[in-house]
């Protein structure tokens, strides 16, 4: 491998080439720190050289500059230039600002218009409306990606507005001319720093050592995710032999599957759970290097398949009815469950039980157990109990998602569900630990961390003893027979919270019985068809004691009936 290094300015490098961002390469994300740090670095230091880093590139067969590494600063100096264009253009400074322009499009050797920075990701959003003299006369699109870049195009253009507007309202200078004249002359010392600015450009032979190099520079860093290396390893294993990059095109599927969620998913996280559940229990950490050496060019393209199979799954289980219809109900319910226990653990576990549903491997009922049988078992482990695992349950669920996605047929499949089934019930907590769990579960107008817990559990235990769920689910609420009203006045919030004081009711029924007497309650409820337990039927008044006394009863139901795996 050549590796040849020299120190150039950007005037000089932007003036004899041409540069693209390769295909490997991630989309544009500076943040509005980064971008204002830039100016401020830039404003800091107008007049004097300033050295901004390396540069790492290879030149395509086109005669271009591909970047392997500083893509990001370089589209940041681009949307700079392209401010300060514009602000000459404002100021009426024609010249200087077609001059600037040189450095952004100008023509090659066949005469054409080309611009100096060719993206493929933001195209044609950033060539047309921030690299473009002319406003753009299509419809762009604004992507994730394209809001970054008109963040940064923006702010600059705010940034040197302020700055050239304070000459042109200068009071101590009178002469409206001589204004203008001061503006121009710092917008001008501003485009000279930014071309003056040092870069180290580290040169390669050839595309392959730059997949090697952009590897070698982004792994030990944090500059690039996991995802960001792993479409660079598909993209180099899998060379298109035509101009489309189906490679690309799939790995953007799997991006975009993850990122258009309303739920706020890592694709870092579902790399990681994907493989988990198909071949090793590895960390994020080390993911990408057990990855890389399992993806060969003979396999790269089956493994690329099974990630875009695997992302619409993925996204289901955080986000159910993505992929599950109404009359799947059953399948939706324990999904939300387990989002609502906030539980990670299991994922690998139920993308295979997802997958092998998928795939027809197992039938609609088999699934249906085995995520009943997960929910119970983590409502119990995770929100009541709270239990720890010291990696124990994160690894059974690794397996088992590894034997169910090697298992060749329905029975092997079965007896993998039952396996699990089987180390479930083995790591329940026991009576005591759910119990003191359970008295724990809480939740008032001043404590609402467990809403979605407190009602889950009200709603199953609500089926259980057939109550009639007056009303669409969604407009069920939670009804607090001792009011909350009373917190602070001599009974304490986590009394008014217990569960043996809820009950779940429809919206209508919850404003009829208001702050209205136990009695009255109870008398609205029954006619109503509301069920009672006896302890509360026949009390004439409810209190701290009975509260108590009806919780302890829920958390028997629960663990010995309700959530019984």
């Known amino acids: 491998m050549k590796i040849e290094s020299h120190d150039v300015s950007l005037e000089k490098l932007l003036q004899g080439n041409y540069f693209v961002i390769p295909k490997f390469q991630r989309p544009y994300s500076w943040e509005i720190d980064q971008i204002s740090e830039f100016w401020n670095d830039i404003v800091a ?28 600063r370089l589209t940041t100096i681009s949307i700079f230039m392209s401010a300060i264009r514009d602000h000459f253009f404002a100021l009426g400074s024609k ?115 730059a997949y090697l190099i952009f590897e070698t520079l982004n792994t030990r860093g944090k500059d690039l995710a996991l995802s960001d290396l792993l479409k660079n390893h598909f993209v180099r294993n899998l060379k298109s032999k035509s101009s489309v990059d189906k490679a690309k095109l799939k790995w953007d599927k799997v991006l ?31 993911a990408f290097k057990k990855i890389r050496g399992a993806i060969k060019k003979s396999n790269a393209n089956s493994h690329l398949d099974a990630f875009v199979a695997d992302a619409q799954l993925w996204r289901s289980i955080f986000e159910p009815t993505y992929k599950f219809e109404s009359d799947e109900r059953d399948i939706v319910r324990s999904l939300a469950a387990l989002r609502d226990f906030r539980v990670v653990q299991p994922v690998p576990g139920v993308l295979s039980l997802l997958r092998a549903y998928d795939e027809k491997k197992i039938k609609r009922k088999k699934l249906r157990a085995a995520l009943n049988a997960i929910e119970k078992f983590h409502f119990s482990f995770t929100a009541v109990t709270s239990s720890r695992s010291s990696g124990g349950i994160s690894g059974m669920y690794s397996s088992f ?86 917190i602070g006045k001599g009974v304490s919030s986590l009394k008014i919270g217990q569960m043996g004081n809820l009950l779940i009711v429809d919206a209508k029924t919850n404003g009829e019985l208001g702050t209205r007497s136990f009695v009255e309650k109870k008398k609205i409820l029954l006619k109503k068809g509301y069920k009672l337990p006896d302890m509360l039927k026949n009390a004439d008044e409810i209190s701290v004691e009975l509260i108590a006394e009806n919780t302890k009863r829920i958390s028997e139901l629960a663990r010995e009936d309700v959530w019984s795996i």
């Open 45 to 72: 230091n107008i007049g004097e050289s300033y050295f901004i880093g390396s540069m790492v590139v290879y030149e395509t067969k086109a005669g271009k500059l591909a970047v392997v590494d500083g893509q990001q």
């Open 401 to 486: 998602g590894r034997k169910l996605y090697e298992a060749s047929d329905s029975n092997d499949a079965s007896d993998a569900i039952k396996e699990l089934l089987g180390k479930l019930r083995e790591r329940v907590p026991t009576e005591s630990e759910f119990d003191a769990g359970f008295e724990q579960l809480n939740y008032t107008k001043y404590n609402t961390s467990q809403r979605a817990v407190v009602r889950y559990a009200l709603m199953q235990i609500a089926i259980h003893e057939e109550q009639p769920l007056i009303g669409n689910t969604d407009d069920l609420t939670i009804e607090h027979l001792l009011p909350q009203e009373l």
């Open 256 to 286: 975009e599957t993850i990122s258009s969620s309303d739920v706020d998913l890592e694709p870092d996280n579902f790399i990681v759970h994907s493989w988990q559940s198909r071949f090793d229990m590895v960390t994020k950490g080390k």
């Open 95 to 209: 010249e200087s600002a077609k001059g600037l322009h040189q450095f952004i499009e100008r023509k090659n050797v066949d005469n054409e218009n080309v611009y100096v920075l060719e993206t493929e990701s933001s195209f044609p959003f950033l060539q047309e409306t921030v690299f473009s003299m002319d406003p753009p006369d299509i419809p762009m699109d604004t992507g994730k990606e394209e809001k970054s870049i008109e963040k940064a195009y923006n702010h600059y253009k705010s940034c040197i507005s302020k700055k050239t507007q304070s000459f042109l309202d200068d009071p101590t200078v009178s002469d409206k001319d001589d204004r203008r004249n001061n503006a121009l002359g710092w917008l001008k010392a501003l485009r000279q720093t930014v071309l003056s600015l040092s870069i180290i450009v580290v040169t390669l032979d050839d595309e392959d050592d």
